[in-house]
């Protein structure tokens, strides 16, 4: 057994090694997930995320008597057939908690630059929302509210909208005020990319430290087009947005592309899929996945809701083999350390401002469940805990799937209770295949050293 990746601390801490159990019959834990590869086969514990390498010989005793294995019974890939496997990673993440230090400062800001934006997408979540701009004395109450909250950490921003270069100048604003305080800052962005000219990225990089941006695409040109709407007339957006990828990635800025799929752009998110790898082949900033459109036009439509999620389902892995097979597949799902809580939602050191000032917790929720303005003091408390509320399990197939680990439902989320049967099948595929490109890269950063 070959060790690829090695577990993360907090989980041999707190498990230690496990024991062998004479006589015991022992089964994969259920959050292992394996994957071929040339060398033998590779397993990867999604729970203490350590990823190992079998040989062709061990794949066999794996097979045959994993009790020939002990170093997997004592890494906690194997287990007795009658472990609870839930059970210890809810123990775990239990103690995780109450060891975990507090944070002392705000340092994670989704900062919306507007609620308005350049486009008219039909599945926009913000449809029929107030457009409303940041203005500039809201821009600079927002960076002394960070320089005054981040606690002399480094602070990570994602500018947010609407399209947020749709009021460029408030990023400016904020990011010289945070600069002249000597506060340590990157950023991320979520733009559907049109307004991204040179002179903008130039500026990004060199004052805004734009790290990142993702971009959503829902087609090749003529399906992009109609479904973005932009309110320019006569100009090729697509075009537009395709030249502005490539100048962010002359810049050394990464590009995240979205795809989001339903039943009418699938077979054309599969041209596109093809599109990039030719237009941008060997950039290895640049990576894309496919995000399901379904649940609400399912509804609406008078095709069956579970028929067509399998659908979609089988398409999305479809195009993300091949974007996987052209290296632009990157790891989304895998994250080597222990997780103890959700999202930005329920930690503690990550707010959301709203153009008006306001904060929430989610940009889902921007028309209520404020927890504080920037010109206020304490944020409240009786708020913050009802975005922390946790669910439960939703289904028995639950305790069978390997996203269980990171999986942890917040009641105040949009998503709560959209998982489906088919997710553990899904998951592991999409960590299979994320595995095989971690181990590609292990390989190759072998072979420079």
Request: hydrophobic share 35%; aromatic share 8%.
């Amino acid at each position: 057994m070959k060790t690829i990746f090695e577990p993360a601390k907090p989980y041999f801490k707190l498990l230690g090694h496990q024991k062998s159990q004479a006589g015991a019959t022992y089964r994969l834990m259920n959050f292992v997930v394996q994957a071929e590869v040339d060398d033998g086969l590779l397993l990867l514990h999604n729970m203490t995320k350590e990823m190992v390498l079998l040989s062709q010989e061990e794949r066999q005793a794996l097979e045959q008597s994993p009790t020939d294995l002990p170093e997997l019974i004592s890494h906690w890939f194997l287990v007795p057939e009658a472990h609870d496997d839930c059970k210890l990673r809810q123990q775990l993440t239990h103690v995780a908690r109450l060891m975990a230090v507090p944070q002392t400062g705000i340092t994670g800001y989704t900062v919306m630059t507007t609620s308005d934006c350049n486009a008219r997408c039909f599945y926009c979540y913000e449809l029929g929302q107030a457009r409303r701009p940041m203005t500039e004395e809201t821009a600079l109450q927002t960076a002394d509210y960070i320089i005054s909250h981040c606690g002399g950490e480094a602070v990570s921003i994602e500018w947010f909208g609407g399209e947020p270069l749709y009021n460029k100048s408030v990023i400016q604003l904020i990011c010289r005020q945070l600069k002249e305080a000597g506060v340590n800052y990157t950023s991320t962005m979520i733009s559907n990319g049109y307004l991204l000219d040179e002179d903008t990225i130039r500026e990004a990089r060199d004052l805004w430290n734009l790290k990142e941006v993702q971009i959503t695409i829902d087609g090749t040109e003529q399906t992009y087009n109609r479904v973005k709407a932009y309110i320019y007339q006569g100009v090729n957006a697509y075009e537009q947005v395709m030249a502005n990828i490539g100048h962010l990635l002359a810049a050394d800025i990464s590009v995240s592309i979205r795809m989001n799929i339903d039943m009418h752009n699938a077979d054309d998110l599969e041209r596109l899929a093809a599109e990039l790898h030719e237009r941008f082949e060997g950039q290895p900033q640049l990576s894309a996945y496919v995000h399901l459109l379904f649940e609400d036009k399912a509804k609406r439509s008078g095709v069956s809701h579970d028929d067509k999620r399998r659908q979609l389902l089988e398409r999305q892995r479809q195009i993300e083999e091949k974007l996987a097979g052209w290296g632009l597949f990157k790891s989304r799902h895998f994250s080597p350390s222990i997780k103890t809580g959700h999202c930005m939602a329920d930690n503690d050191g990550s707010v959301v401002i709203q153009p008006d000032g306001y904060i929430t917790k989610c940009e889902h929720h921007t028309d209520s469940h404020h927890v504080g303005h920037i010109n206020s003091g304490e944020l409240d408390a009786g708020m913050l805990a009802w975005f922390k509320e946790k669910g439960t399990m939703l289904g028995a197939f639950c305790r069978q799937c390997v996203k269980y680990p990171d999986c942890m439902f917040l009641l105040s989320c949009p998503n709560y209770e959209e998982c489906y049967p088919e997710m553990p099948r899904i998951y592991a595929h999409k960590l299979s295949e994320e595995m095989k490109t971690m181990y590609k890269a292990y390989l190759e950063k072998g072979s420079e050293t």
